[in-house]
């Protein structure tokens, strides 16, 4: 491997320990729960809250994340995200009442909701073209990892019923974000941006490693940034407006298309389907979160070959098919025997598709979509609007499934699949190989 290729792996690398810690962090409460509640006696409106500050804390990190990462650069910032995630993971672990164990989950939150800007914005602008794809979606790759390491800790240290240690192993990786932040390189874009060209020219050179390929990306950039339009009044203009409706959409497809409710409410729905022993619906959510982690090579391999779009179609024809084939097995009484079989395999099917298409996809177009100049903010916009999403489907997940059922809520999410191929279809460009500063919105 060239050595700029090695050298753009390796920072890509650190970079996605803030999406390790995104899928741990967001994990491992579901296991930890259950004995946080009984040590401290939580009634279960307390409990529902105690798993969904997190979410609250994403939201405001999201929020602000953006607008820091304009100001401060991208590096500082997902080293402030990792310093967050390790108080947050020290006041979670050694909290001694609810009151500092809500802080501490609320302060994870916000470094999920930084890291979950800042760490693809800053891959997908330190990323050659030709590997950007690969490289933002190792970050998906970090998210699916830490989602399944959460799951064998949270097994782990189930029989001693030790939750601190559940949340507190989140340090380890904290650590190793803060450490590796202190000493990558910033963001050539950004040093243009702030008029730092020297160092933005020896980080290119450094990328690249080749003077012409470097030449060619500092000349866009430069041409780039001569537009004035900066900061949230650059989105009266239409194209800019057409970009964040995108993103935002996009972020929110991603979302309401259900992936969360098998994420974080997976034993539940086994147990729906007559999965009876709890240890076999967990054993059935790891085979789940395996899927999901192995399934999103797929998209490391073929992004940048066959396109965004190519795999956005494939993946979410098959969620849809998955989704419609549970949505029509719950309808049928007469199934009972085989209805945990067929929950199963639609279920892997499903979050394997996602894995592939909508899940690293959505993060790696809305960090390729957006103009340098508002970059940050229209990352911001569009990952907030994800996590609201994300709220919202986690929080009525089992209401809906009472009050509509299993095939109806199931049908919809299906329904939504169709939506989003239809969307991608006649809105989202195909950014494969492009230079950043030659993606366009909007029609050809
Ligand atoms: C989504 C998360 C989801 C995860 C599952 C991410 O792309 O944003 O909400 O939990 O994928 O792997």
Redesign the pocket.
Known sequence: MRSGRRFVLFVASVAALGGLLF?YD?GVISGAILFISKDFGLPTRLQAFTISVVLLGCMLGALIAGGVADRIGRRRTLLAAGIVFLVGALVSAFTPDEAMLLAGRFIVGIGIGFS?VVAPLYISEVAPAPSRGALVSLY?FA??VG?LAAYFVDYAFAAAGNWRWMLGLALVPSLVLVGGMLVMPESPRYLFKVGNANRARSELDRIYNDPVASANEETSIVESLRTKHAGLEAFAQPSLRLALFIGIALAVL??ITG??TV?YYGPQIFEMAGIASDSASILAQTLVGTV?CVMTLVAIFFVDRVGRKPLLYVGLTGMFVALATMAFAFSQPHLSGTLGTITLLGMMVYVGC??FSL??I??LLISEIFPLRVRGIGMSISTLA?WVG?FFVSQFFLTMVERLGQPLTFGIYAALCVVTILFVRSMVPETKRELLEQIRVGPA
């Open positions: 899928g967001t979950s998906q998210i699916t989602i991603q979302q992936i969360n994420i999901n996602f894995a899940g690293p959505v993060w994800n994300n």
